[in-house]
């Protein structure tokens, strides 16, 4: 299995204390997932974010329904957190949002992703056509919505 790695990086005009908060409740993630996927959390509110929470969404991906659930692996408020996929479309999801101080009263946020496909070589080819170019799809949407988002609820 190849484990693949997709990284972001984006500045954000306040503190990490103030970021962290938008970023740590998994409702929020509609907000900033295109409406193409047709994401929706489905897991019963309010979820308490902290190692060990199970989350479930459901979407849809070039007109195939995906349920997918993560678990929050690490909670360190406003530092970090880590969602890992325990049933879903890959065979590895580790997502790691890291929110640095920069210095200025701002934060940088980055996203690392280091995620995998099942199947072999399907899985590689089905990566090189589709899985990389959706994945930055659905980052760069996610870079503008969380980047509209900062003109209002992190000033």
Not at 65 to 73: D, G, H, L, N, V
């Amino acid at each position: 299995m190849t484990v693949h790695v997709l990284q972001r990086e984006q500045s954000l005009p306040a503190t990490p204390a103030d970021i962290f908060p938008f970023f740590g409740d998994a409702n929020n993630l509609e907000a900033i997932t295109p409406p193409w996927l047709g994401f929706a959390v489905t897991t019963p509110g309010p979820i308490e974010m902290r190692p060990g929470t199970l989350i479930e969404y459901r979407l849809r991906l070039h007109a195939v329904p995906i349920r997918w659930r993560t678990t929050i692996a690490a909670w360190d408020p406003p530092r970090r957190f880590v969602d890992v996929q325990i049933q879903g479309p890959y065979g590895l999801w580790h997502h790691t949002h890291d929110f640095e101080d920069d210095g200025r009263g701002g934060t940088i946020m980055r996203d690392t992703v280091r995620y995998a496909l099942p199947l072999g070589v399907l899985g590689e080819v089905a990566h090189r056509l589709l899985v990389r170019r959706d994945l930055a799809a659905i980052f760069d949407f996610r870079r503008d919505a969380i980047a509209r988002q900062s003109q209002s609820y992190f000033t």
